[in-house]
C-alpha cells in the first residue's frame, strides 16, 4: 500500500472511498480473521498506511532517532468523548493531538503513535472512515505516523460507537529536564490561548447549552509550537496542557509536585466571552473546564517576553498571555489576585463537571 | 510511593488494602481531578509504582536501554475479554501479556508498557483492584513495568466492567531481523505447546460447554522462553503468537507476507483432549481458537531440535512440537496433512467464532 488518500473536505458526508461491503460493524471485524482484515485494508490502510504498519506485523519497527543521546518517551491516553465529532474537531482529531500533546510536554519531539480501537457493533463504517480520516490529517500536521494498531469490537450496548486508545513515543534530546517538579519560586507562567474552548464546544455539540455558538474545540498539536520556543529561549522548566480538570487542576499538581505556590493574576487569563456567558449560565469556572490546544508553560522569568513573542506569531499561540508567577510561600497552593482585588484559592476540581468530554 | 504491595492470593475475593472510600467506579473517577487523583494513589500505584509512573508527569521518561545500537519496537492491543475472570488468568494478565508477547515477536527485549483503562461507571472497586494487583504479578514475571497510564471512566451501559488497552515498547540489537515475511522454504515450524486452550477455557467460564473442565487459559508472558531460544540458535526467520483467528489464521499470515506454503502435520500439532472435545461438541476446529501463551517458532531445520530441547525445558513449552516446515510451492497457502492421510488447505478465519475472547 503506497498511495496516501487525503481527505480534502472534513466537513461534509462525502467519503473518497468506496465503502466496504458491509455498512456497519459487525462482530466477525474483531475476529482477527478475513473480516478484520478486510477492515484494516478498506477503512484503516488507505489512511493510515506506511512502511511499519504495512510490514504487517504484531509490532512495528522504528527507524532509529536522527538525535544524538536520544532518550525515550512514553505516553498513553483512551478517548471516549461524545458525540464523536463536534465543532472544530472529532474523536480522531483528538485521539491524535491528545497524546502528540502529552509527549511534547516533556520537551520530547513526538515520533510515532499506536492506535486501539474499540467499535461498538453496528457502527456506520461511513463513521469509521470518517474518523480515520481526520486522524490522518491530525498526524500529518503533527509529522507523526501511526506505527502500530489493534481493532476490537464489542457487542451492541456495551461500547458507544468509537473509543480510542493512542500511545504515543518520541525522542528527549539528552540534556533537557522539563517536568512537573521542576517549577521555581520567580518563574514566570504562560498560557497559550483561551480556556474553555473545548470542553465548551464539546457541551455545546451535545445541545446542551440552550443556544448556539459559532465556539470551536482548540484541539490541536502542539509540538510544532514548542518546538519553536524550546529553539528560541535557553531554559524551561515545566510544560502541561490544561486538559480534564482545567487550568486550575493542572496548575495544582504542578505547585503539588514543585513544592511552590502560583499565583494568578484573572484578568489576564484569556477566556472568550462565549466560554464566559457559558459558564455563567451553566454555573462552571472556565479556569476548570477542558482545553485540548493549549500549554502551559513556565520558565525564568527573563525569557518569559521571548517565548511570548514567539507563542503569539504560531497560529496555535495567537492570544498567549502571561498569567502569574511562581512564589515560595504556601507551597502547593494555587492562588487567583481576582479582578475585584481579592485572593481566592484555586483547589483541584473536586467531583466531575464535563464527563465523556475527551 | 517505594512500597510495592504484593498479593500472594490471587485467586481468593481477599483484597490486601484497605478500600477507597467509594466501593464503586463513579463518573467522577474520570474527571482528572481529586477523585482520579484518589483512584490512582489507592488503586493502581499501590500495585504498579514505579519511579518513572511515580514521577506524575503526563509522560513517562524511560531510562536508556542497555543494549547497543537499540531500535525501538512498538505494539499495542485493547482487551475487551468476558468475563473478567476466569480459569488460569483475567483482563490484567492478558493485557500484560498479550503486549509483552506481541513485542518480543520481533526479536526485542520488552521494556514496558503503558496502560489505559476504561471503567464502566458501577464497577466494584474490589474489582479493579484485583485486576490492578494482577497486572502487577504478570508485570513482574515478565520483568516490564508501567511507564505511563490513563484512566476513563464511562457512564453505565456503555461499558463493560473493565476494557484495558496496553502499548509496550523494547529494544531490538541492531542486527536481528525476524518478521513474518522471513519464512524460507526448508524452514521448520514449531509450536510451544498446546492449541486452543485460552478461547475454550474463557468460554467455559461463560457457562457456555455445558460441561466443567479443569482446562486453564495459557495466558503467560513468552519473553523468557524466547530469549532462551534467541540465546540457544543462531538463526531465526519468523515468530508470531496464534492469539485470536488460532493457528490457521496466523499461519496465514506468515504464508501471505513470506509468499510461501505451510504444510502442516495435523497428528503433530498438540491440543489438550478437553479442547478437542468441546470442540467437536461446538462445532469448532481447535486450529482458529485463541491462545495466549503460545509461539510459533519458524527457523531453519537445522535448528530445530535445538530449540525443541531449549523450549520442552522451559515451563510455557513443555509440550513444544515441530509441527511442520515451509516449502515454496503454493505460496500463500496452508496446508494440513490429515491423521487419514488426506490433504486439506488451512483458510484464515472467516466471520466470527469467539466474540470478546481477549
Redesign the interface.
Same mark, same amino acid.
Given at each position: 500500500m503506497t498511495e496516501i488518500h487525503t481527505l480534502p473536505e472534513m466537513e461534509g458526508p462525502v467519503c473518497p472511498l468506496p465503502l466496504p461491503h458491509n455498512e456497519q460493524i /459487525?462482530?466477525?471485524h $474483531?475476529? @482477527?480473521?478475513?473480516?478484520?482484515?478486510d477492515l484494516i485494508n478498506k477503512v484503516f490502510a488507505p489512511f493510515l498506511s506506511n512502511p511499519v504498519l504495512d510490514?504487517?506485523?504484531?509490532?512495528?519497527?522504528?527507524p532509529?532517532?536522527q538525535i544524538s543521546n536520544p532518550?525515550?518517551?512514553?505516553?498513553?491516553?483512551?478517548?471516549?468523548v461524545t458525540p464523536l465529532f463536534f465543532p472544530g474537531g472529532d474523536i480522531g482529531r483528538l485521539s491524535v493531538c491528545g497524546t502528540v500533546n502529552?509527549?511534547s510536554?516533556?520537551g520530547?519531539a513526538p515520533a510515532?503513535l499506536?492506535?486501539?480501537?474499540?467499535l461498538e457493533e453496528g457502527l456506520a463504517i461511513q463513521v469509521l472512515q470518517k474518523v480515520v480520516a481526520s486522524m490522518q490529517v491530525a498526524a500529518k500536521e503533527a509529522g507523526v505516523f501511526i506505527?502500530?494498531?489493534?481493532t476490537? /469490537?464489542?457487542?451492541k $450496548?456495551? @461500547?458507544?460507537g468509537i473509543?480510542i486508545?493512542t500511545?504515543g513515543?518520541g525522542w528527549?534530546p539528552g540534556s533537557r529536564s522539563i517536568?512537573?517538579?521542576n517549577a521555581q519560586p520567580g518563574d514566570a507562567v504562560i498560557i497559550s490561548g483561551s480556556m474553555g474552548d473545548h470542553g465548551i464546544a464539546v457541551l455545546s455539540a451535545r445541545g446542551e447549552l440552550g443556544f448556539s455558538t459559532s465556539l470551536e474545540s482548540d484541539v490541536a498539536p502542539l509540538n510544532g509550537l514548542i518546538a519553536q520556543v524550546l529553539a528560541a529561549v535557553p531554559e524551561i522548566h515545566a510544560l502541561?496542557?490544561p486538559?480534564?480538570?482545567g487550568l486550575a487542576?493542572t496548575l495544582n499538581?504542578i505547585a503539588g509536585?514543585s513544592q511552590v505556590s502560583i499565583w494568578l493574576d484573572e484578568s489576564a487569563i484569556p477566556v472568550k466571552s462565549v466560554v464566559r456567558n457559558a459558564c455563567e449560565i451553566l454555573g462552571f469556572d472556565p479556569l476548570?473546564v477542558?482545553n485540548e490546544g493549549k500549554v502551559i508553560v513556565i520558565l525564568p522569568a527573563q525569557y518569559a517576553e521571548k517565548a511570548l513573542e514567539i507563542m503569539r506569531n504560531h497560529k496555535y499561540g495567537r492570544e498567549a498571555a502571561i498569567i502569574g508567577k511562581i512564589e515560595k510561600d504556601e507551597p502547593g497552593a494555587v492562588l487567583l489576585r481576582t479582578s475585584y482585588g481579592s485572593t481566592r484559592i484555586l483547589?483541584?476540581?473536586?467531583?466531575?463537571?464535563l464527563?465523556?468530554i475527551c
Open positions: /459487525v462482530m466477525g $474483531g475476529s @482477527g480473521g478475513l473480516m478484520t482484515r510490514a504487517g506485523n504484531d509490532f512495528g519497527l522504528l532509529p532517532s532518550r525515550l518517551v512514553v505516553s498513553t491516553d483512551s478517548h471516549i502529552d509527549i510536554m516533556s520530547a510515532g499506536t492506535a486501539g480501537f474499540i506505527a502500530a494498531g489493534d476490537k /469490537v464489542v457487542n $450496548g456495551q @461500547g458507544d473509543y486508545n500511545a513515543f528527549l517536568h512537573g517538579a502541561r496542557d486538559t480534564r480538570g487542576t499538581e509536585q476548570y477542558a483547589d483541584m476540581l473536586a467531583g466531575e463537571m464527563p465523556r
